[in-house]
């Protein structure tokens, strides 16, 4: 049952992926599709971020999260490097959460 | 010269990504054998499904007590903003046939990130298929390495990595969000997804982003340095 539940997934999700490729180039190339698909993962990516900021098992919440977040958006408006980003974030929360 | 520095820059960040992954990965493969499946079984997801929300909601619902079959659902429905994002990756690739099928699995949050993040098509292109490879290899180890320690994997949280994640998603937006239509569709889709968050089951809220690039996309002008 397990298995058959993995398979019947694990294709489904690899054929949601290869849809949303094989959209003809007739389509794609129409200027307000193309707007369109410019837009999405913006959309999206932004919705997926406050999710995961705000999300918790119980529904909306904050943790410690949030202030790892709050760090981030200091050090991107201080231009601080991809990496140097996700470390602040991380580190302030971590640190943050062993001493509370 | 500038074009391998901006190559240098996106191994960079993709092998940064590749490493909380990997950290990921290992405790989806702890928690996947706790909920029941084989290391196998858990294997198999992170080869074939290879996303990472859909892997968690699934070992979710059957460790819940779920039906095996009614974890499928939720898997997909997860899934589904990967077919949104296809959309958007579709014409930064300008693969067909055979190539989008081997493209298609690394069509995931991060790889279209790093992609948008980049403001040439080459650049774009570079960044869809480095940041997928790495990923792809450190999710797999990271998901056998959780699967075979099991309860000796550390929790993510303790290292501050589940801030990391949104971290890099807001990271990786931030150079399109100069352009006002690029912020305001960004502010629309985190404020209806956010809120929509108590009412609907998980995967749905941040779907719900979608129809706003829909309108804002149909009424609007092309914003200015989509890269094109």
Request: glycine content about 10%; some cysteine.
């Amino acid at each position: 049952m397990i298995w058959t539940a993995v398979i019947a997934a694990s294709v489904g999700c690899y054929l949601l992926k290869l849809a949303g490729l094989s959209l003809p180039e007739s389509v794609l190339d129409r200027p307000d599709v193309h707007r369109v698909a410019a837009l999405l993962p913006v959309a999206l990516l932004a919705a997926l971020v406050a999710v995961e900021t705000f999300a918790t098992d119980a529904g909306l919440g904050v943790d410690l999260k949030l202030a790892g977040i709050t760090a981030a958006v200091f050090a991107l408006l201080l231009r601080a490097p991809f990496l140097v980003v996700i470390v602040v974030a991380a580190a302030t929360t971590a640190v943050l959460r062993a001493i509370t | 010269m500038e074009a391998d520095r901006e190559r240098a820059a996106i191994r960079r960040d993709a092998l940064g990504i590749a490493a909380y992954a990997a950290a990921f990965g290992a405790s989806f493969g702890a928690v996947s054998v706790a909920s029941g499946l084989s290391v196998v079984q858990t294997c198999a997801l992170s080869v074939v499904m290879f996303t990472g929300a859909s892997q968690f909601a699934f070992v979710g619902v059957v460790g819940g007590g779920g039906s095996a079959l009614a974890a499928i659902p939720a898997a997909l429905l997860l899934g589904l903003r990967n077919t949104f994002y296809g959309v958007r990756m579709a014409g930064v690739l300008g693969v067909r046939g055979r190539r989008s099928a081997l493209a298609a699995p690394l069509v995931i949050d991060e790889t279209t990130a790093m992609a948008i993040a980049r403001s040439t098509r080459q650049a774009q292109r570079y960044a869809f298929w480095v940041t997928g490879v790495s990923l792809f290899v450190l999710w797999n180890l990271g998901t056998l390495a959780g699967a075979l320690g099991g309860s000796a994997v550390g929790d993510p949280e303790t290292l501050g990595l589940d801030a990391a994640v949104p971290a890099a998603f807001l990271a990786l937006l931030w150079p399109r969000l100069d352009d006002a239509t690029n912020r305001a569709v960004a502010i629309g889709g985190a404020t209806v997804a956010t809120a929509l968050v108590p009412f609907l089951p998980p995967g749905i809220p941040v779907l719900a982003a979608a129809p706003i690039a829909l309108v804002a996309g149909l009424r609007g002008r092309a914003p200015r340095r989509a890269g094109e």
